[in-house]
């Protein structure tokens, strides 16, 4: 008695389907495109790359009080770095910040990197 079972070609076809479908997946879905990106090492867009950026510039103003921040914004990273053309941190997203002393601060998207 021969066993009944799928035909070598269609288990082939169907790993291949199932391949184009995570590609396509990978494409369109951001978390999951990011999730490839990270495992393989690609970098994404140097519009990407500069968000983030940007975002570990505003995370390191939680180290300082409401003093010490005041007296250092103008200098930090979120206030100084620019991408390729020219824009800073400040003019393309918000950044709250929550000092050590318990306060909560925000440089708001736009403006000239002062803290409300």
Request: glycine share 8%; aromatic share 6%; charged share 10%.
């Amino acid at each position: 008695m021969r066993g009944q079972g799928l035909p070598l070609n269609t288990i082939v076809l169907g790993a291949l389907a199932l391949l184009v479908l995570v590609l396509l997946a990978a494409a369109f879905v951001p978390s999951i495109g990011n999730m490839f990106r990270q495992m393989f090492g690609i970098a994404g867009t140097a519009q990407e790359q500069f968000i983030r950026q940007c975002q570990i510039a505003c995370q390191n103003l939680n180290q300082y009080d409401s003093t010490t921040l005041s007296e250092i914004i103008a200098s930090s990273d979120f206030c100084t770095i620019t991408n390729s053309t020219g824009t800073h941190c400040y003019e393309i997203m918000s950044c709250t910040i929550h000092t050590t002393d318990g306060q909560t601060k925000k440089i708001s998207k736009g403006t000239s990197c002062t803290l409300s």
